[in-house]
């Protein structure tokens, strides 16, 4: 039995979500089906977490047991030709069998992205919220910097997390503008249902003058999801990339 870590990229515009579901099309379900197709097992993968139905990856990391002796450096290329255009293998390689992709994280970053253009960029509008209007991006990063550290972020998750703890830890948190797109990044320990998205809904209500820096820190104390703004669409959200200790 051989333990094998995949870093793989997915457009997810046209899938119900990373997990395997009972309706819909996901990404966990076409990449088993490629490995089925190569191999003839029945696997069963383990991605390092969920992402939403619309919700993007560059860097999602996902782990398999398995008995095919195909070269760990081979199976990229190979699944890559049984998969569909929306999702690539990036890289592929041996782990020790106690490796997890989700218990074994130690940190992961999202991207959320927004297109501040006066027009939606045509080429960009499945990875990008189009927000036309001006906003006030020092106020925002003031707000975001309240969320950096250990807390309880119950006010920014879904009121159907089924986790029983709400206590993260965020490590940064800042804007980048290039050009028209203005990308908000954070780096955690890990990250609730929604929470990425709830936090970036509050933020632009920060933006657009509608609430102040200041009310960041008192939704977060004050533990109740509808303290906070609106869930931010999925499309402007993508996992960047997921961090393990040396040697994974």
């Not at 379900?29 to 197709?37: L, R, V, Y």
């Not at 089924?162 to 990044?185: D, I, N, P, W």
């Not at 999801?225 to 994974?248: F, I, K, Q, S």
Request: net charge neutral.
């Amino acid at each position: 039995m051989r333990n094998l870590c995949a870093t793989v990229s997915y457009e997810g515009t046209e899938f119900n979500g990373f997990q395997s579901q009972p309706y819909g099309r996901t990404v966990q379900q076409e990449i088993e089906k490629a490995i089925h197709t190569l191999t003839g097992e029945e696997i069963i993968i383990h991605g390092s977490g969920r992402t939403d139905a619309g919700v993007h990856a560059l860097g999602q990391v996902f782990h398999f047991h398995t008995e095919s002796a195909i070269p760990a450096e081979r199976w990229a290329i190979a699944l890559n030709t049984r998969l569909p255009k929306d999702i690539v293998i990036r890289e592929v390689h041996e782990v020790d069998l106690s490796f997890h992709s989700r218990k074994s994280a130690k940190r992961k970053t999202y991207r959320y992205t927004i297109d501040t253009g006066k027009f939606p960029d045509v080429f960009g509008r499945r990875s990008a919220f189009h927000h036309p209007m001006p906003l006030k991006v020092d106020a925002m990063q003031e707000g975001l910097n309240a969320l950096i550290g250990e807390h309880d972020f119950t006010s920014f998750t879904s009121i159907h997390s089924t986790k029983t703890s709400h206590v993260r830890t965020v490590y940064e948190a800042y804007f980048e503008q290039q050009g028209h797109m203005l990308h908000m990044y954070i780096t955690g320990n890990g990250f609730l249902y929604n929470m990425v998205r709830v936090i970036m809904g509050t933020l632009l209500q920060v933006g657009q003058g509608k609430r102040q820096p200041a009310d960041i820190k008192r939704i977060l104390e004050g533990r109740s999801r509808a303290l906070a703004g609106p869930t931010a669409m999925a499309h402007g959200l993508m996992l960047m990339h997921v961090e393990y200790p040396d040697g994974n």
